[in-house]
């Protein structure tokens, strides 16, 4: 019988221990933590089996966003909002499935000092072709006295208030990944032991990469400034930098984590037919900025840092550039270069 490897922390194990080292915590984001960590691996053995139930497809319906619901959606949304609601470290949630908040209306519940906010299956509808997806939550503290219901202005709160967020990868291998201010880590669940064994200690994003993520579909209906940094991204050589190469799976989260771990920059902009962009501020842009931020890297909306945003809508959309800091600068300097003419030949 092979030894079981005692220097591998399990996610409980970690939480713990960083526990021990801040004495006036109080274990409830330890706990809460560890309950999402549990629905995620509920809806990872959904995800792996789906082909052989009946989850995949369209469940018939279409969400707030106005996009079609998978049946996989519903169900990992039930499993995250359940599992939450059952713990004892959470007041309340939104979901990108849902219309409206969810309050949970129990003494316990009432009395927790955190609320959650998730996306419980983004890029769902790679999962009919096997592509790899995902799901991304933030942690906030509550702004309403304990002890009392929550309410919108709980959730509806700038990014930089987030105290905790992250994300599951549903792939090749599982991953969850998750930072507070102190910094980020990543767990690969482990199958034989179905607990996430801490894999990816301290996980800082590459001041450079080399990789770059946006539809190139959408080209001419992006503004002048993203069109002029793609066509600095195409024409990059060993001389300056390059060259770059275009890498857009579709899934954000598959998108954001590879660029985390090997550098690069994800964009979704706006287009002409919907300037605000397809994201959502809070359960996508948000989450991602903070943990990125965390890990050394940059989030924009374009003008402005995506965790200074000031919410105004549980379902408000952004576009977003994130990733490695030296990548940033570029793209920055052509929106600045391009806004620069059109101030001067409007």
Do not use: W
């Not at 960083?18 to 053995?45: Q, W, Y």
């Not at 930072?179 to 199958?191: E, I, S, Y």
């Not at 890990?295 to 945003?309: C, F, K, Y």
């Amino acid at each position: 019988m092979n030894a079981v490897n005692r220097t591998v922390l399990t996610l409980d194990e970690f939480t713990i221990q960083s526990l021990r080292t801040l004495p006036s915590a109080t274990g409830e984001l330890s706990t809460l933590l560890r309950d999402i960590g549990l629905a995620a691996k509920r809806v990872n053995v959904e995800v792996n089996k789906a082909g052989l139930v009946d989850i995949l497809g369209d469940a018939g319906s279409v969400n707030v966003q106005g996009e079609d619901v998978k049946k996989l959606d519903i169900y990992a949304n039930n499993q995250f909002m359940g599992v939450l609601q059952r713990g004892v470290s959470c007041a309340g949630i939104a979901s990108e499935e849902l219309d409206e908040f969810v309050g949970f209306d129990d003494e316990v519940s009432r009395n927790s000092k955190y609320v959650c906010l998730f996306d419980p299956l983004d890029g769902s509808g790679n999962i009919d072709v096997n592509v790899s997806i995902g799901t991304i939550f933030a942690v906030y503290r509550r702004l309403t006295p304990l002890g009392s219901p929550v309410t919108l202005e709980d959730f509806l709160q700038p990014g930089n208030k987030q105290v905790a967020a992250g994300y599951v990868v549903y792939g090749s291998s599982t991953m969850l990944v998750y930072a507070t201010r102190r910094g980020v880590n990543g767990f690969t669940l482990d199958p034989s032991i179905g607990e996430f064994c801490l894999s990816h200690p301290d996980i800082k994003c590459p001041e450079q990469g080399t990789i770059y993520s946006v539809n190139h579909g959408h080209f001419f209906r992006y503004d002048d400034g993203v069109k002029k940094y793609i066509n600095t991204c195409q024409n990059k050589t060993k001389e300056n930098g390059g060259p770059y190469t275009q890498r857009y799976i579709g899934s954000m989260v598959a998108d954001v984590h590879r660029n985390l771990i090997k550098g690069g920059l994800f964009m979704y902009p706006g287009t002409t037919d919907k300037p605000r962009g397809k994201l959502r501020l809070l359960y996508e842009a948000n989450p991602f900025a903070f943990i990125v931020e965390v890990a050394g890297g940059v989030a924009t909306n374009g003008s402005q840092r995506i965790l200074d945003v000031e919410p105004t809508q549980l379902h408000q959309r952004t576009p977003l550039f994130i990733g490695s800091k030296g990548m940033m600068a570029e793209l920055e300097s052509c929106l600045r270069q391009e806004s620069a003419t059109e101030s001067v030949n409007p």
